[in-house]
């Protein structure tokens, strides 16, 4: 079964410093990979993707992630982070049984403090 | 402005109840999606319509319905509201087919039944 971890509930990171949101997934076939982030009391808003191509891929507001194919993980990173960095970020999965359908994972709360 | 928006933003409302709520997007995509999000903040599919034709439907109670007038339009009927279903509610669309196109969320409309 397709599947998406996000195994951080929360990642703490003072202003200033680098900061790594994990995912790995599972799926057949080849994976389609997208992080969104969530601000509180609004909807999710797209940061990049994976389909296929350079394995580092770069999104809005400076993120960019990596994917690993043998290690089945797409960790988002941002070289500098921001306090209004803080906020709720999904990573998601392309179903390979459906090409419509998102997996999501369980969402990581990034604290950045000043 | 060019988005996914949804009506209402809030829905309070008694057991037993008969709701609806309205996603609009004018991006001229040509896909969109009924998604819901619990207290933890995990996000699962519910259904996905394609051109107006329903292509995902997820494991729901029949006392959800949706429907899609249009490509710009689909909506959420729900029928003897249960406690169960507090919740936000967020739709989205997207363009493109192999599920390679991102997903625009709509702001979500935060339903409580009492």
């Known amino acids: 079964a397709q599947s998406v971890a996000q195994p951080e509930d929360q990642v703490n990171v003072a202003e200033g410093n680098p900061l790594t949101v994990k995912c790995t997934y599972s799926?057949?076939?080849?994976?389609?990979l997208f992080w969104y982030v969530q601000y509180p009391n609004r909807g999710l808003q797209f940061l990049l993707k994976?389909?296929?191509?350079?394995?580092l891929v770069k999104g809005s507001y400076g993120f960019e992630a990596e994917f690993n194919k043998s290690q089945t993980s797409f960790h988002l990173k941002k070289p500098s982070a921001l306090v209004s960095d803080s906020a709720l970020y999904f990573c998601?999965?392309?179903?390979?049984?459906?090409?419509?359908?998102?997996?999501f994972g369980s969402g990581t709360r990034l604290l950045v403090r000043p | 402005d060019t988005a996914v928006s949804q009506t209402p933003k809030y829905l309070v409302t008694q057991m037993g109840n008969d709701k609806s709520i309205k996603c609009e997007q004018n991006?001229?995509?040509?896909?969109m999606y009924w998604y819901k999000q619990d207290s933890k903040k995990f996000l699962k599919i519910m259904f996905s319509?394609?051109?107006?034709?329903?292509?995902i439907n997820e494991t729901v109670p029949n006392r959800f319905s949706p429907k899609s007038p249009d490509k710009a339009h689909l909506n959420l009927h729900i029928n003897s509201l249960e406690l169960g279903d507090s919740a936000v509610y967020f739709c989205?669309?997207?363009?493109?087919?192999?599920?390679?196109?991102?997903?625009?969320f709509g702001p979500g409309t935060r339903l409580t039944v009492l």
């Open positions: 989205a669309s997207s363009q493109g087919s192999g599920g390679a196109g991102e997903q625009f």
């Open positions: 799926v057949s076939g080849n994976p389609y």
């Open positions: 994976y389909i296929t191509g350079d394995n």
């Open positions: 998601a999965v392309r179903d390979g049984g459906s090409s419509y359908k998102l997996i």
């Open positions: 991006l001229g995509h040509d896909t």
């Open positions: 319509y394609n051109n107006k034709e329903l292509i």
